[in-house]
C-alpha cells in the first residue's frame, strides 16, 4: 500500500530553485534532479519509514533519503498513517541540515 506524498510550500520552492539550477549548470543532465526527486517521492509512498531518523526542533520525528547522484536530502514526515509530507530539499554541500 502506498502513502499520499505532498510538498510544503518551502520544499516546492526548493525543489523549483534547484531544478532551475541543475538545468542552467549542468548541461550534459539537465533534467537529473528532476528524475531524482520523482524516484526519492516514489520510495517515499511506498516506504515512507525507509532512510534516517532524524528529529526536529521540537523532538519531532522526520526522515532524510539522500539522493546520491545530485548530492541532495530529501526530508519528511508523517502527518497521518497514510500521508507523508516533504518539508525541506536540501544540499548535502551544504555541509549541515534544513531548520526542521
Known sequence: MSVLVDLSPRAHREAERIA???RANRQSAPDLFDQELRVAIMRIS?????????RGKRDQKYRQLMMPATRTR??????APQHARVVAIWSAVRGRGPAL
Do not use: D, E, Q
Open 20 to 22: 532551475r539550477w541543475w
Open 46 to 54: 511506498t516506504a515512507p519509514n525507509s532512510g534516517i531518523a532524524v
Open 74 to 79: 530529501v526530508y519528511w514526515r508523517m502527518l
